[in-house]
C-alpha cells in the first residue's frame, strides 16, 4: 500500500468511527499531531503505531485492506481514451463544464418530478370522491 493510500485509509477509518484527530489521540495516547502528519502523508507509522491506531479505533489489520479496496473502487480510472468512447469531451475544462451541464439537467428533472409527486399526492389526499375534470366538449350529467 503506498503511503498516499494509507493516510487516505486511515484518515477514512477514523471519520468512519466518529472520532476526531484529538479524540484518537486521547483514545491510542499519541500526539493528535503525529495522527495529523500520518492522515496528510508527512509521516509514515511504523508496525507497533498502526496497530496502536487501529486497535485504538476497534478495528484489525484487515480493515486496512478492505477500506484500501472501497476507496480504490470510488476513484475515478477513467483515461482520455474512454472519454472519447463514451463521447464525452476531453479535457479537465471540457469534461468540467459537460458535468455542469449534466447537473444541471439532473436538477430540473428532479425539481419537475418532485412537483409532480406533490400533485399526486395532494389529489390522493382527496380520496376516492376525486371526480375527474370532463373532458371540453362533453357534458356532465346530475
Known sequence: ???NDLATVSTVLRVIRGLNQEELAQVSGLR????????RGKMVPGFNTAQRLLGAMGYSFGALDQARALISSLRPNTSEDDLQAWGLPEGPAALRREVQRVAAEAGRVVFRFTRLLFVVMSASAFGPNL????????TTQP
Not at 32 to 39: F, K, V
Not at 131 to 138: S, Y
Open 1 to 3: 500500500m503506498a503511503d
Open 32 to 39: 493528535s499531531g503525529n495522527i495529523s502528519d500520518y492522515e
Open 131 to 138: 371526480q375527474e375534470e370532463p373532458q371540453r366538449g362533453t
